[in-house]
């Protein structure tokens, strides 16, 4: 037999698996993918005499698909925190950092998976605190109590330090980095020539040379300061004489470049703009490196200081992260908001952009592998939010030579957190003309500026601008090579795309129009530019808007805007890209409310989340969360309007559609007999019961309820679960109250509701009571509820036919037993009534004036045969009593055996023996007037086959 090798099938069997799980893994998030346009800047550029002519490919690319719920990979997060001298500019500037990234943390106490880990590195001048990789976020905690903030500002090591700890990590990998200000140390390996002895003699050295070799250099803005102002240093750790240093490559920062070669670092000392642009130059370089270890970043700068946003934005951007500015007030808001991306589903990518030949980009700047470009970007789909915005990248391109230059193959690839190999979208192409002489070029940017709340936490609010932003258009003209060109730049228009729930308020050269199906806000600028002898008389022109929110948004971008203009010599339109803002735009509503001499806020998002907000001096706490869901009627939409009563918030979204938030519980009340829901104010003639039907939304809220009657409290506060009934059964008037606290609860608001029970079936007493004089009886008062304890009643002995009262009626106190004692011959009338006086009962009272002593009672027979399902046995008719005139015939009581044969009741006195299973029982009756007098007699209850009922003659079974 020929055994077939399993090499092949074996493989097979591993690649079908592999394929099998990948996708399995990847399941949930198969449909999040990405489309894009590209377009040049401006499709035709002029070529300058001397230099390179600049362009930008501009894309714009589009998230689709959502997530229903976030299902990420395990992650590590490195928060980097700057603790420098800075920190300490206001009063409360530190502490407010520190609140913030303590918030960030609880998120993640709540939000974190098993395989999650958490770090925490503090920086000044240099290192300070690296805890390890945990899972456990207390030490962070702990650490954040301890920090104190001195020293300078240095960037670069706490981040190589970061990406150091992460370097082995199998986890998505994030950095979440705060800074009030700009770095003004850097540290970096550098090639670099010093000075060392080549000979030395005894302890002097005779010869010296330039050595070339790789050095850890320290670039230092602030060495010391002298004479009021800093002096720059650039040296090494070991203090070695530094006497050249290379800068490998060209480079470009605020304005000032560096050419590729060797530098004497003592001329550069001198130069603060060289060296802050050398010094971030580095910061840009760690960025790069934690690109290609895979690591994300997030900025957020804080406070009012001394920020370069524009940095920490380019910082983020190289990452494929993003920025956040925050003030002291919102750095809470802005770390929570960045722990919520980190905690979503991510999908990152790149533009790939192949080069032809003559066309360059800034390879310092920017990934170039085999003359392709890779520009890195990501985003995050939040649960509930749909996909996110479009995303804007723009990659700078510089042109040689003049000729037409089409870029082929330019795709996005791009992939979720969970998946290992790109996918990619269909390849397109863009085409770029570069000549001696075209239309003048009208470049620019927006920028994005608040007014008054910081542009990831807009607010909603009636009677408050704090939902409204600028936008600041600034256009710079050139592009004209020809010296004798004259003429002018007019027609100038703006065209701003508005993303869905922002708008702009019209003015007199402002509309919203329709352009290619968007909606869009269009600027027609008045003025014209001139120029003559090639040079524009006034190079750039500022044009403003101002922006707001229309209802709840998240992570929105403005999408790119455009320009379109006329050159006088060429009489045609001509259309540019604009450099768009890259700032994401968030807005909540709010509406206001006091409850109990307190301040709360309610706040609805984009994604129907509701919450209450406790604000007092110290800051804003957030007390309760609604999640929108679909079993809480609640649906996921942004929030567009709330209005706050003493009960209840009305939520209205942004399609219109409306719901309402109880502060209060649902109290609902039921005849508990029909089950018909009661109304305040019913009546009904036997008990009730009531329960919490509905709730009040939020964690850790707890019910109590109080009962009433008669406006008299019978049982005081006590707990109540939803659902849980309770039973309403004392006669008259009766009031449950019920209070909720915790959640969105108004606590100690009191709702309830006042139900009657009443009619003159539920008073129960004797009709005859028989005494005689000097004789006392007890008698029963039964006023609803039957069987209880009760005292809503008064008793008033009123005279009879004789018009003499002849008794007396007396109640113990401690047992509330009724007595009626017999003063005189005679009949009376007592009236047994509601407290409220609307009910009553009468009980008609025989005083006699002779008792005669009873001696003895038996029954009328030892044995009694009863019928199973036979009449009622009537006792007292079956008695024989001696003396038989004697006074006092009354029962006390009717005992039997207990084994269940017979059932004895009792009513108005008349004691009976109902059948109610085969067998025999001994019944003993005990005088009501001497205990010691009894009857006794056997009882048998048989079928009707199974003896002669009424005789002596039936089985007994032996038993007798």
């Known amino acids: 037999m020929r055994i077939q090798p399993k090499t092949p099938f074996l493989f097979i069997l591993f690649l079908t698996l592999l394929m099998s799980s990948t996708i399995t893994y990847a399941k949930g998030n198969a449909d999040l993918h990405v489309d894009f346009n590209v377009s040049p800047s401006q499709s035709v550029i002029v070529k300058p005499a001397e230099g390179n002519a600049k362009a930008s490919l501009d894309f714009n690319i589009i998230p689709a698909g959502e997530v229903k719920e976030a299902k990420r990979p395990p992650i590590d997060v490195v928060f980097i925190f700057d603790k420098s001298g800075s920190m300490n500019s206001t009063r409360d500037k530190m502490q407010n950092a520190k609140d913030g990234l303590t918030s960030a943390v609880q998120f993640f106490e709540k939000n974190k998976q098993e395989n999650d880990r958490f770090s925490l590195i503090t920086f000044s001048s240099e290192i300070e605190t690296i805890l390890p990789l945990s899972n456990d976020l207390d030490s962070i905690k702990t650490s954040m109590l301890h920090t104190t903030a001195y020293g300078g500002t240095n960037y670069t090591d706490p981040l190589r330090a970061a990406k150091h700890m992460l370097r082995d990590s199998k986890n998505e990998k994030y950095i979440v980095f705060l800074t009030d200000g700009q770095p003004m140390i850097a540290t970096a390996v550098e090639k670099v020539k010093r000075e060392e002895c080549t000979r030395p003699f005894w302890f002097f050295c005779g010869e010296t040379d330039l050595v070339e070799n790789d050095q850890q250099v320290i670039y230092d803005f602030q060495n010391r300061y002298y ?117 979503s589903v991510k999908l990152e990518g790149e533009a790939v952009v192949p080069l032809p030949v003559n066309a360059t980009v800034d390879r310092n700047q920017y ?110 003209f050139g592009g004209l090579v020809n010296p004798t060109a004259k003429g002018n730049v007019r027609d100038i228009t703006i065209y701003q795309p508005l993303p869905e729930g922002v708008e702009v308020e019209a003015g007199n050269n402002l509309s919203i129009e329709n352009v290619n199906g968007q909606r869009t806000a269009v600027m027609r600028l008045t003025q014209r530019m001139n120029f003559e002898n090639g040079k524009f008389s006034q190079p750039s022109l500022s044009a403003n808007m101002k922006i707001k929110a229309l209802w709840a948004i998240n992570n929105v971008k403005m999408p790119q805007p455009k320009v379109s203009y006329v050159d006088s010599r060429y009489d045609t339109k001509v259309v540019s890209n604009l450099t768009p803002d890259q700032n994401e735009l968030s807005a909540k509503v709010r509406t206001r409310k006091y409850d109990n001499q307190k301040e709360y806020a309610y706040d609805g998002f984009a994604n129907g989340t509701i919450k209450k907000v406790l604000i007092t001096g110290q800051g ?88 009433l009657n008669e406006d008299e409290v019978i049982e005081g506060w006590n707990n109540i679960d939803l659902q849980e009934v309770k039973t309403l059964d004392t006669f ?36 005859l009571i028989e005494l005689y004089v000097g004789e006392t009886k007890s008698f029963d008062i039964d006023v609803f509820p039957f069987g209880k304890p009760n ?59 002779k008792f005669i ?17 036979g009449n009622d046995f009537d006792v007292h008719s079956n008695l024989i009593f001696n003396p038989h005139n004697a006074t ?4 006390k009581t009717v005992t039997d055996t207990g084994n269940g044969v017979v059932e004895i009741t009792r009513e108005n006195d008349i004691w009976k023996i109902t059948p109610k299973s085969k ?39 032996g038993r007798w």
């Open 732 to 767: 008259g008037k009766n009031e449950v109250q019920v209070k909720a606290s915790g959640g969105f609860a108004v606590d100690d608001y009191i709702i309830g509701k006042t139900i009657w029970i009443e009619g003159d079936e539920l008073i129960r007493v004797p009709s």
């Open 919 to 957: 067998g025999v029982t001994t019944i003993t009756v005990t005088s009501d007037e001497n205990p010691d007098i009894k009857a006794t007699a056997i009882f048998e209850v048989v079928s009707e086959e199974g003896g002669n009922p009424g005789t002596e003659n039936g089985s007994i079974d």
């Open 620 to 707: 804003e706490t957030t007390v309760a969360v609604l999640e929108p869901g679909i079993n809480n009627g609640f649906p996921n939409k942004a929030v567009k309007e709330l209005v706050a009563d003493s009960t209840q918030l009305t939520i209205t979204y942004k399609d219109g559609s409306t719901a309402v938030l109880s502060f209060i519980p649902a109290l609902t009340v039921k005849d508990a007999v029909t089950n018909k829901v009661l109304e305040d104010g019913d009546s009904i003639s036997n008990q009730a019961e009531f329960y919490l039907s509905t709730g009040v939304p939020g964690n850790d809220v707890k019910y109590k309820y109080r009962m």
């Open 367 to 476: 990934k170039v592998v085999n003359n392709t470009v890779y520009l890195p970007f990501s985003t995050v789909y939040e649960v509930g939010q749909g996909a996110p915005s479009a995303i804007i990248l723009s990659l700078p391109v510089e042109f040689t030579t003049k000729g037409t230059y089409t870029f082929d193959s330019v795709k996005i690839q791009y992939k979720t957190a969970e998946e290992t190999a790109w996918r990619n979208t269909n390849n397109k192409s863009v085409t770029i003309q570069v000549k001696d002489d075209a239309p003048a070029s009208v470049t620019g940017k927006l920028e994005l500026n608040k007014i008054n709340q910081e542009l990831f936490n807009l607010i909603i609010e009636q009677g408050k601008e704090t939902n409204s932003f600028t936008g600041k258009y600034q256009l710079e």
């Open 227 to 343: 004479y009021n102002k800093w002096l720059h240093k650039i040296y090494s750790p070991d203090n070695s004489k530094l006497k050249s240093l290379l800068i490998p490559s060209d480079f470009s920062m605020d304005g000032t470049s560096f050419k590729s070669g060797w530098y004497n670092p003592g001329e550069l000392e001198t130069n603060s703009q060289q060296m802050q642009a050398l010094i971030k130059q580095k910061g840009l370089e760690v960025s790069k490196e934690l690109y290609n270890s895979n690591i994300t970043m997030h900025t957020l700068g804080y406070g009012e200081g001394d920020l370069d946003d524009r940095y920490l934005q380019m910082l983020a951007e190289k990452t494929s992260g993003s920025f956040i500015k925050a003030s002291e007030g919102s750095v809470s808001d802005a770390f929570e908001k960045l722990a919520n991306k980190i905690n």
């Open 791 to 849: 005292n809503n009643y008064n008793v008033l002995v009123t005279q009879g036919n004789d018009g003499v009262i002849n008794s007396e009626y007396t109640q113990v106190r401690s047992t509330k037993e009724n007595r009626m004692t017999g003063l005189s011959p005679g009949e009376d009338n007592v009236i047994v009534e509601t407290k409220n006086g609307k009910f009553k009962k009468t009980i008609r009272v025989i005083v006699k004036s």
């Open 853 to 869: 002593d009873l001696e003895s009672m038996d029954f009328t027979k030892s044995k009694y045969t009863l019928l199973l399902e």
């Open 888 to 891: 006092n015939k009354n029962i």
